[in-house]
């Protein structure tokens, strides 16, 4: 072979090589509670199982504040909320009272809530709850925990909640990722 054979099949080798690298897909990053406070953080011993993205609203309603005669408040009536994968396509459902969060194979959780943490001005906090026993099989057969993460607004309106204005309702805009964690 001539050095011009060889240089030519140095230049193919390398541009075949830089086309395969570029065309390969890139690692899938999983989840981390590193970020998280100690509060919200899910217990050793689960792993993720699904990561969503809800986006939806939040509904509150004007009503009379606890022990608290003569004063009104805002208080969180339920969520409703697409559960997209991290490609945009919707995988559930997340809906209440009660909370629940619905595959769309049909299978469904409720939860209890465990902890809650600060998430930044405007934002409603992170929350864990510990899920339920699943109703039906699919998707959310054996859900441990979810995580409320990476919210973007959702907190209770900045509107007047006055006696005048009891019964009023306000829908809100809101965004988070819940993370659906199993036992390890």
């Known amino acids: 072979m001539s050095i011009k054979h060889l240089s030519l099949l140095a230049a193919v080798s390398a541009a075949a090589l830089l086309s395969a690298c570029g065309s390969m897909a890139p690692a899938k990053s999983m989840f981390s509670q590193d970020s998280l406070p100690e509060a919200v953080k899910v217990p050793m011993g689960n792993k993720v199982a699904m990561e969503t993205v809800g986006v939806g609203e939040i509904t509150y309603e004007c009503r009379d504040k606890a022990n608290a005669p003569g004063m009104t408040e805002w208080v969180f009536v339920g969520p409703n909320a697409a559960l997209n994968d991290r490609s945009g396509k919707q995988v559930g459902k997340y809906y209440g009272p009660p909370a629940t969060w619905e595959s769309m194979d049909g299978s469904k959780i409720t939860a209890t809530q465990l902890a ?11 929350q864990l709850v510990k899920a339920n026993p699943a109703m039906g099989m699919g998707a959310m057969a054996g859900v441990t925990h979810i995580q409320r993460v990476a919210t973007k607004g959702g907190v209770a ?4 909640c006055s006696p005048a204005s009891k019964g009023a309702k306000e829908v809100v805009k809101y965004q988070a990722d819940y993370i659906f964690w199993k036992a390890a």
Do not use: K
């Open 116 to 126: 809650v943490a600060p998430a930044g001005a405007g934002n409603i906090p992170y």
């Open 157 to 160: 309106p900045a509107t007047l």
